[in-house]
């Protein structure tokens, strides 16, 4: 299997896993708060995460350094911290399907962020799947609501 091939199986994977976990955010969140929901499902994804972690390399937090730390500590906070917690509050308000395509406009984005500040070429290819990713988010946040 091509490392291509791989990435792109553990890419769609993972849309799987947020897809359900969103399905199952849903449920939960009618008993918690979204604060709380997201403090549970932090602590346990880094307990989950640390596990695997050391499992498949020990050595690795030997190689961490302050300024690591600190990046990492920033992705955290506007990641998981931050993001999941707007996810989780938009969640309750307008539903699943509605806070999910909101979420779709992450690539757009990640790929203005990246044209800006990591020097990446605009192509064509992604000229054109931002306007995909806008049509369709625009699609389905101007459509009629599904109250539950």
Same mark, same amino acid.
């Given at each position: 299997m091509t490392e291509t091939t791989l990435g792109i199986i553990l &890419?769609? $994977? &993972? $849309? /799987?896993?947020? &897809?359900?976990? &969103?399905?199952l955010i849903r449920l939960g969140i009618h008993r918690v708060s979204p604060s709380s929901a997201t403090f549970i499902s932090i602590a346990a994804g880094f307990i989950f995460v640390a596990i695997i972690a050391v499992? /498949?390399?020990? $050595?690795?937090?030997?190689?961490l350094n302050l300024r690591l730390l600190g990046g990492f500590a920033l992705v955290a906070l506007l990641s998981f911290m931050g993001g999941r917690f707007f996810y989780y509050t938009a969640v309750s308000k307008i539903g699943v399907g509605r806070a999910t395509a909101m979420g779709g406009a992450m690539p757009i984005f990640a790929s203005i962020l990246a044209v800006m500040f990591l020097d990446e070429r605009v192509t064509i290819q992604l000229a054109i799947g931002i306007l995909a990713v806008v049509i369709g988010v625009g699609l389905i946040v101007t459509g009629p609501t599904q109250e539950s």
């Open positions: &890419a769609f $994977s &993972a $849309s /799987m896993c947020w &897809a359900v976990g &969103a399905i499992i /498949m390399d020990p $050595s690795a937090f030997l190689e």
